[in-house]
């Protein structure tokens, strides 16, 4: 099925007692027979979040790190997970400046954080699971150990690498002959499924421990080392909040820039703009809401302890209201301008029959991550380190023990303490703005998941007066954009649709029934 098929809305939606909306459908098929068979919603996330690191490593995988909201019925505030890892003990930004490097090398073991993911589904599946690990991990050991068909995504990426990816151990499996895979040709990952294998067995052990844990310190030349690996990773935090469009959300503190979504849709709804989405106005407020803060991410976001504000500062209305001040509904703002930072990540929300709802994102950062192999073990590294500086005295100067700014922003929302939605997407920096976007189609527009998801996006990662590009989709009224540059926008039309601005995940709850649609820029995506 191609894109135009796609945004029409074939088979894109769920609708009934539980919904999974997940980036490839073989995770959401492993997902949904979870439920079925009697788990609940964090037993399906983490099985969907284990397939999902088999079939798509492009994005995400047990070498990248994890957040997760979990609501649960008759609570007032959703649980708040916070599985990001810490860097090593060799991360020291006077050791990389030494080495000549003005910046982190993505593709350097100074770029490793000890990954948080295996710790994150163990916390996960503690607190709230029903189901033995081993169990959740099945069918992706079975993807792994079988084989499973290479998504375009995958073919693609295998292809764009093959020259750092294939000699490693790690690649085993996934360039069968010899060569990169055509989109549905067999790929299996044997080596992963033994390391699965092991930690259902043993959990943290089976990763953190033993030969994995040999094969990550050799990978990065001891930047991260057993003491790294034997510190817990995962960590329950109060996450944040703030009432807006009509509904409180909820997302991850810093050291996630998750608040951007939620305070850029409050700017959105304070500057009042149109509830037609084909009116200008409702276009320009949503660019000029995210840009408000945006552009001051990378100042504040940085691993809790050394941040300039505590979380909820960040979304302090009193704060907030003084960015209204300077933004308007008829020319563009200016504000300075922060660094990009691209990114590779899955995220997927589910449902279940008892009303529980999780939010979760997980992810190896800039696609296949480092693109260095943990040995022999079926697995490559993230990157997410590289989401550090090296300036001198920086909150988010690189160091032992410290997280990184993270681009993950999972969001979750409720009414009066019930479930409403969950929402999230990929996308690196592109994620507040994405979300902002379907959020405000969902609650000023009024549209249904599906239709909000079709809608055109638009995207920007400049914020200087002088050269405020934003990127937009074909199908944007050539009014609208006629009206956007007079207001100041200098805007870009993008040759098609844009599958790095996504997937979303979403689904609506109406305390009865979810509602869950799947994005049609990625060809695997599933809502079930």
Sequence with gaps: MNFPERLAGASLTSLGEQAVVTPHLLASRAATLILDAGGNAVDAAITAN?????VAPETCGVGGDLFALVHVRGHASPAALNSSGHAGEGARSTTIRANGF??????????????????????????????ALADLLAPAIDHAGAGFPASPELASALSRWSDRLQPQPAAEGLYPGGSAPDAGDTVGRPALATVLTAIGARGRDGFYGGTVADAIVLATDETVTYNDLDRQ????VEPISLDTLGWTGWTIPPNSQGYLTIAASWLFEHLGPS?????????????????????ERDNLVADARYAPLAGVELLNPERLAERLQSIGLKSRARWPAPSPAPGGTAYLCVRDRRGMGVSLIQSNYHGIGSRIGAGNTGFFLHDRGSGFNLTPGHPNEIGP?????????????????????ILGTRGGDFQPQTLLQVLTYLRRAGMDPASAQRQPRWATREWRAEDATVVV???????????????????????????????????????????????????????L
């Design 50 to 54: 284990a397939v999902l690191g088999v």
């Design 102 to 131: 003005r910046d982190i090398p993505i593709d350097s073991p100074y770029a490793v954080t000890v990954p948080g993911c295996v710790d994150g589904w163990i916390a996960l599946s503690e607190r709230f699971g029903t189901r």
């Design 233 to 236: 990773q995962a960590e329950w």
């Design 275 to 295: 509830a037609d989405p084909g009116d200008p106005d409702f276009i320009h407020a949503t660019i000029e809401a995210y840009r408000a803060v945006a552009w």
């Design 401 to 421: 023990g410290k997280r990184p700014l993270h681009t993950l922003s999972p969001t979750l929302w409720t009414e009066d303490g019930e479930l409403r939605m």
């Design 473 to 527: 989709e074909p199908g944007f009224d050539s009014g609208t954009i006629t009206e956007l540059e007079r207001r100041g926008h200098r805007i870009d039309v993008a040759t098609g649709p844009m599958a790095g601005w996504g997937p979303v995940s979403v689904i609506v709850d109406d305390g009865k029934a979810a509602t869950g649609a799947a994005d049609p820029r990625v060809a695997t995506t599933a809502a």
